[in-house]
Nanobody
């Protein structure tokens, strides 16, 4: 069993920054990928960024603004979000294997 607990969401003005954290507990293997997805109101959940032991992948909409990183010793994945835009407003979910966190709200005002 795996538990994922996100933190770091909040409200910020356009151009601002936020850092999300996701602490994982249970059967976590550093070789497996972890990542972040988001879901805006009325839209489908979409991939934001995923990090594996070899590489990171980003959605085109966040490339150059968001950075995903991982601390395997702490079983924690981070998402540094800079130059935030109103269209980044969504609930952000941590993902690992078949597991999801409860989500954290990010709201960006213009």
């Amino acid at each position: 069993q795996v538990q994922l607990v996100e933190s770091g969401g909040g409200s910020v003005q356009a151009g601002g920054s936020l850092r999300l954290s996701c602490a994982a507990s249970g059967s976590i293997f550093s070789i497996n990928a972890m990542g972040w997805y988001r879901q805006a109101p009325g839209k489908q959940r979409e991939l934001v960024a995923v990090i594996s032991s070899r590489s990171s992948t980003y959605a085109d909409s966040v490339k150059g603004r968001f950075t995903i990183s991982r601390d395997n010793a702490k079983n924690t994945v981070y998402l540094q979000m800079n130059s935030l835009k109103p269209e980044d407003t969504a609930v952000y979910y941590c993902w690992y294997s078949n597991y999801w966190g409860q989500g954290t709200q990010v709201t960006v005002s213009s």
